[in-house]
């Protein structure tokens, strides 16, 4: 099993930047895709990247546009999302979701685990 637990977000204007960070529990942390998935008031929840667990493959949702990215130390149980140059509509819930498998990791339906989410909210 594996214990999530996110942090890093906040107010931001349009075109600032965050970096999420999600901490995993467990000595198998290593054994996990992990992915980032946002959920929007009124819309459905969309996975916006993914890394695979050895951390060579890697997943981006079109809206991510160069903008965001993915990467992870399994070292320190760590996976990072850096977003830049935000927009209003990246205004969501972020949450970090462990999947045993990297195929499929485009799916919030693939994830086993999940944290508790933080909050993004990108606003003038």
């Known amino acids: 099993q594996v214990q999530l637990a996110e942090s890093g977000g906040g107010l931001v204007q349009p075109g600032g930047a965050l970096r999420l960070s999600c901490v995993g529990s467990?000595?198998?942390?290593?054994?996990?895709?992990i992915g980032w998935c946002r959920r929007a008031p009124s819309k459905a929840r969309e996975c916006v990247a993914s890394?695979?667990?050895?951390?060579?493959?890697?997943y981006y949702h079109g809206s991510a546009g160069g903008r965001f990215t993915i990467s992870r130390d399994n070292r320190e149980n760590t996976v990072w999302l850096q977003m830049t140059n935000l927009r209003p509509d990246d205004t969501a819930v972020y949450s970090c979701?462990?999947?045993?498998?990297?195929?499929?990791?485009?799916?919030?339906?693939?994830?086993?685990?999940w944290g508790q989410g933080t909050q993004v909210t990108v606003s003038s």
């Open positions: 979701g462990a999947a045993r498998d990297f195929q499929g990791s485009a799916y919030s339906t693939s994830y086993d685990y």
């Open positions: 467990g000595r198998t942390f290593s054994d996990y895709t």
């Open positions: 890394i695979s667990a050895d951390g060579h493959s890697y």
